[in-house]
């Protein structure tokens, strides 16, 4: 246990719709990194927030975007969602730059 | 993209050593290297990192070459719970943005 906690675990949505996935970090972690892991491909980083500010971001599109609160949990948004955007979504936790420690994911399907 | 790379697949017999290679020839003299492993349908979960010396800690040990090239994880006496894809990651500890960029990783798999 990592003490990194997901939710929901499971969510079904159907093109275009809009999702919300959130995310609590470890105590004491002020970093969260948001990942999305496609059918038997490793995760790809999507963004990183440290801060309440976002200070990073991989090749995903503007649909794509986050929050961070004051007590360091965080939110992915989706906009107008597509099939191939059916993935595991994982976030990870870390005090700053050092070791990240990662939730069990939200699987979300896209119908 | 990666900058490591890693055979698709292993096996390791119940109770043997199990020996993960990983070639990272590119790697600059700032980077870590970094072990994961997602077991089926879970987060990934930390195993070990290190710079330049040898590291071990209660889950493995981690054997980096000394041009720093390469390196080996090492799960000491293999269960079956340890069957799982295991990632190794180089990876820059700085300020700032320094995400984990996962390649395909190996599959592991512990045999009774």
């Known amino acids: 246990e990592t003490g990194v906690t997901q939710s929901p675990t499971h969510l079904i949505k159907t093109r275009g719709q809009q999702v919300t996935l959130r995310c609590s970090s470890q105590s004491g972690h002020n970093t969260v990194s948001w990942y999305q892991q496609a059918l038997g491909q490793g995760p790809q980083f999507i963004f990183q927030?440290?801060?309440?500010?976002?200070?990073g971001r991989g090749n995903f599109p503007p649909r794509f975007s986050g929050l961070q609160f004051p007590n360091y949990s965080s939110e992915l948004n989706v906009n107008a969602l597509e099939l191939d955007d059916s993935a595991l979504y994982l976030c990870a936790s870390s005090l700053a730059a050092n070791e990240q420690f990662f939730g069990p994911g939200t699987r979300l399907t896209v119908l | 993209d990666a900058k490591t790379t890693q055979p698709p697949s292993m096996d390791c017999a119940e109770g043997r050593a199990a020996n993960l290679p990983c070639n990272h020839s590119?790697?600059?003299?700032?980077?870590?290297v970094y072990w994961y492993r997602q077991i089926h349908s879970q987060g990934p979960q930390y195993i070990i990192h290190g710079l330049k010396n040898n590291e071990t800690n209660e889950m493995a040990s981690l054997i980096i070459t000394e041009d720093r090239k390469s390196s080996t994880l090492i799960l000491p006496h293999a269960t079956l719970r340890d069957t799982a894809v295991y990632y190794c990651i180089v990876r820059a500890i700085v300020s700032g943005n320094t995400p984990l960029v996962f390649g395909k990783g190996t599959r592991l798999s512990v045999i009774a």
């Open positions: 590119t790697i600059s003299g700032n980077e870590y």
């Open positions: 927030y440290y801060r309440e500010e976002e200070n």
